[in-house]
């Protein structure tokens, strides 16, 4: 509710009345706000009745006892692993650090574990960035363009249907028939005279490249759908009034569309990050053993039975992680503005 | 609240009334195009595996396409055996049923514990937002470890893990952060005031949550069961290590490692997607037909209080008395 910013043309007095109306106007506005913006004002009333802490409780804890039960304790349980020692069959309850120093010694890029750990986090930000920037455009097509709802759920679904095949059949579709030597993509190429089945112009067959496509193409809807979601709530009329007001398309989207979009930006970009830093089983069916990631180094630890290296692999990536979410959320109070 | 806003003409009340000259909406195709080759995006690996599923007998797991244009390796996903080649079909069939059940268990265990979670975040409580990082905290812990985790801790305190009492727990838990932030974005658009008049037309707590709160939140929950059910559908990371049976992706990669990848997998993999789109189209008409029904929510809560007829009567009445 900024207060009005119309050039103060000095003597004119019929100037000054209507201004005058216009400050009365806002004068009730305050008095008397309209329900709709009481609404977004106090979304969550906090402490709203006193007495509830008993109901709060009765529906929370459910919940918090399957959580405490099968994520807390399992990880209690790895983050004490992560501190005992090797033996040839696991590992027995002899405290040590010699499982986190072996990976923060040298610390730096001749280190597997981090060299690892920043070629995921390459093929993250790659994600999440093009996961963004071809994904977007969908959420706001099915979103702003098509007007019925039961033609928004049907398209989402469309899109959505692949996912249901599991991904690991998806993969070795991506990884032979799609991207591989004698793929469609190299075919397709070699047929239009650019390329050849033996020395393929772009390096597909099972390559980084295929592997961080292939993230695009597995978890582009985890981007979409959270903004769909919230570009679908964005108040129309306020788009309105921003045209009414004279705003182009770009300045409405900047200054209306994208700060309610926000947060469906942020959980995207979290799902993403998340998902794709701890990826293995796309990176194994794709890269066919030729490529790695820090999934596939903590994974081969742990096949190789040293249950205490894995696990303090897999605290540090989850380190990361935390530290990566938190500087995400940075950017919007997910609690309050989703 | 209460308080009657005093008429005044304001100037927003003031409507302009001007002839909408329509133009063509460019934005809208393009972005119509966008979305197309979006989907061919998507579908290009799943078009490649339909097309390959048709070959004849010497099909490999890549073009070119080995003719002769046939049925067999869709058979083979139904039939133990096609002509003289032993298929996987049992084996896929028995790991597919277990996937289903296990997928739509954790679909409403996720709905579950995302729904009555959130209701617990409709108030502000002692510790909350710790609470709040501890659900997240599912989203970040990574698959494997989770499962790997679970495989020690279970094997530590003397459990035997299996598919329903522990990968039951792995996987749902890992659905609850998507479906709680899915429940939070409803609450927070949802109008607390709408309660608050049921109870004040004397709707106790339980008939509020039943016939107010529920069905206002029903689309929500619906997404929840979804998360849960494709997440699990899709899960390998936290399965693997806590399953004596196979589900349908371990059964897949299981497969893959011993090199017995055939069109048989595309054939799955295209009959897959068929299925559960119509399951899904399904489920979006019964919610959309249950909706249709509850559009007369008022001759309900007549027919509940054994009231049929008496509030027009009593409208009648008033008309009467005036």
Redesign the interface.
Known sequence: MSSSSSPDHGGDSAHRLALEEVEEAEALLEQHPPKTERALGDARPGGRRGGGGLVTLAWGLPGFVWLGFYLIAPLVFIVLVSFWTRTDTGFVKHWTLHNYGVLLHPFDLGNAYWSNMLRSFYTSLIAVAACLVFGFPVAYFLAMKVQKLQNQIALFILALAPFWTSFVTRSVAWAYPLMGREGALNRFLTDIGISSIDHPLLDTQFSLLSVRLAMIQLYILFMVTPIFFLLAQVDRHAIEAARDLGGNWLRTFREVILPQTMPGIVIGSIFIFVLTMSEYGTVQVIGQGAQSSVGTYIQNQVLGIQYPQGAASAVLLVVVLILGVFGITRFANLREEI | MT?I?PS?E???DVVIRRKVKRRP?Y??WG??T??VV??I??????I??GI?SFQGYYGG????FRGPVSLNWWRSIFESQVGNVFTHADEISAAGQRSLWLSLAAGGVTAF?AF??S???????RGDSF??Y?????????????G???Q??WK?IGLQTDMWA?AL??N??WG?P?GF??M??V???Y??HIEEAARDLGANQVTTFREVTLPLVWTGIFGCVLFGF?LT??D??RTVLLVLDNT??LE??GL?QASA?RPD??A???A??LV??VL??GA?AVV?IRLRLRGRRVERVEEELGLVGAIDAEAAAAARAE
């Open positions: 308080a806003a005044v304001r100037t927003q909406d934005a809208k972005l119509a966008y979305f979006f989907l995006f998507l579908y290009a690996p799943m490649l595996m390959l797991v890549t073009f070119p514990f009555t979670l209701m617990a975040f409709r108030r502000r409580f609470a709040f501890v659900i997240m905290l599912a989203l970040m812990t990574p698959g494997f470890l989770l790997l985790g679970t020690l801790f530590a522990s727990g792995a749902s838990v609850i998507f932030l899915v939070l974005a609450w927070n658009r109008d607390d494709t559908w899709n390998f990371d349908l992706p897949i990669v893959i990848i997998l595309y799955l993999g295209t897959t997607t559960t789109l899904i189209l979006l959309t």
